[in-house]
C-alpha cells in the first residue's frame, strides 16, 4: 500500500488560528486526528466519499467496519440523518454531548463507506470543547473513528496517534490526554428491544432508567468473530475483531493470588504486568505499568490503552492484566468490557 511521505502537521487546541487550520484541513478533504473525551478520532468530512475513503487507507481499516459521525448540534444532525426516531430523543436529551453513539436512519446523502452500506448510521455530539470548536469551525459533520492502526489499542494522547499515524495524516490536534480513556457506549434506540453493542461512558443502567425498558446486550457469534474469513459488514462500530488488543497475548488474573501463581509460569524479559495500586509484585523482575486503584474505575479507564500501549512498546510477548470485579459503574463494565475482547482476540 502506498504511504504519505510528509510529516504530520501538530496543531495546538488552544491556538485559535491552529483550530481554524485544521477546520480547512477538513474543508479540503484531509484527515486530522481530533481530541474527544473518550479517545483521539481520525476526521474526515463524513458528507465526502473521496475524504472518508482516505480514513480507511491511512489506518489500513477493512470496509465492513462501519464509523460513527460527530456533529455539533440539531441541525447538523439533520444533514446525516433521515430522521430522529422519538425513541432516540430521550437518549439525546439525557447524554449528549457526551460518550453515547446511537444508531439512527442514515441520510441518503452519505456515502456507503461510513455505513459499510448499512440503513443506520452511529452518531454522536462529543463533549470535549476542542471537538466541538473543530467541527463548528468546519461546519461539517466528521466521520472520526479511533485515531490508530486498524486492531491496534485506541489512542489517548497525541504521542499515541503519532506512533500509528505519522505521516499517514495531515494534521493532530493536541488538547492532551483524553478525560475518560475508552471509546464511547453504541446504542440502537430503533430497534425493539434496544440493543447496547458497546459498553462505554453510559452504563447499561443509566440507559435503561431513561428509556424505562430492558435493553438487549448485543453478543458476537463466532461468524462476527472470524470476519477475516466471512467479511461481510458489521451492525455497529465497535464490534468487529481485534478493536482493542495489544500485539502482546493480554493474559488475565482475577485476583492477588491468581498473579502471584501466574507470574511463576511465565519468562521475566518476555512479560509485563498492569498492576494495580495496592496489588505487589516484590520478586518480579519483568516490565511493569502501575495501574491505578480499584476503587477509582475513571483512573483505570484513563490509563488502560496508556498501560498497554507502554508494555507492548517493550516488546513483551505477554501483558498479564487484572480483571475488575463485575458492577454497575459504567466505566468498570467498560474495562472489563474491552479486556474480555482484548484477551479473546490476543
Not at 80 to 105: D, I, K, N, Y
Not at 176 to 188: K, M, N, Q
Request: with cysteine; net charge neutral.
Amino acid at each position: 500500500m502506498k504511504t504519505a511521505t510528509h510529516k504530520t502537521l501538530h496543531l495546538i487546541a488552544d491556538r485559535m488560528a491552529d483550530v481554524t487550520q485544521a477546520a480547512a484541513t477538513l474543508a479540503t478533504g484531509g484527515l486530522v486526528a481530533m481530541p474527544t473525551e473518550t479517545v483521539y478520532g481520525l476526521a474526515a468530512n463524513a458528507l465526502d466519499a473521496a475524504a472518508v475513503e482516505k480514513i480507511f487507507v491511512a489506518k489500513e481499516r477493512p470496509h465492513w467496519d462501519p464509523l460513527i459521525v460527530h456533529v455539533s448540534d440539531r441541525a447538523m444532525l439533520e444533514r446525516v440523518v433521515r430522521q430522529v426516531p422519538a425513541s432516540a430523543l430521550p437518549l439525546m436529551e439525557a447524554f449528549w454531548p457526551g460518550p453515547l453513539t446511537v444508531l439512527l436512519p442514515r441520510h441518503p446523502d452519505l456515502p456507503d463507506a461510513v455505513t459499510a452500506g448499512r440503513d443506520l448510521v452511529g452518531v454522536r455530539m462529543p463533549s470535549h470543547p476542542a471537538a466541538l470548536a473543530l467541527i463548528r469551525a468546519a461546519n461539517l459533520p466528521l466521520a472520526a473513528p479511533s485515531a490508530n492502526r486498524f486492531g491496534h489499542i485506541s489512542p489517548t494522547t497525541v504521542a499515541h496517534v503519532l506512533a500509528d499515524l505519522d505521516g499517514r495524516i495531515d494534521a493532530v490536534l493536541d488538547a492532551g490526554p483524553c478525560a475518560i480513556g475508552v471509546e464511547s457506549t453504541v446504542l440502537d434506540p430503533t430497534a425493539s428491544p434496544m440493543v447496547l453493542y458497546r459498553q462505554g461512558g453510559v452504563s447499561l443502567a443509566q440507559i435503561e432508567v431513561v428509556v424505562k425498558q430492558r435493553v438487549t446486550v448485543y453478543r458476537r457469534s463466532d461468524d462476527v468473530t472470524k470476519v477475516a474469513a466471512k467479511p461481510e459488514s458489521l451492525p455497529s462500530p465497535g464490534v468487529g475483531i481485534r478493536h482493542y488488543a495489544p500485539r502482546a497475548r493480554l493474559m488475565l488474573v482475577h485476583t492477588q493470588a491468581d498473579l502471584d501463581d501466574l507470574l511463576h509460569h511465565v519468562t521475566p524479559e518476555k512479560t509485563g504486568v498492569m498492576v494495580p495500586l495496592g496489588w505487589a509484585v516484590p520478586e518480579w523482575t519483568g516490565k511493569v505499568f502501575q495501574w491505578e486503584c480499584w476503587n477509582d474505575p475513571a483512573a483505570l479507564a484513563r490509563t488502560l490503552y496508556t498501560g498497554l500501549r507502554a508494555l507492548d512498546g517493550m516488546r513483551v510477548n505477554t501483558i498479564v492484566c487484572p480483571l475488575p470485579p463485575a458492577g454497575d459503574e459504567a466505566l468498570v463494565e467498560a474495562i472489563r468490557d474491552r479486556l474480555l475482547k482484548a484477551a479473546r482476540e490476543s
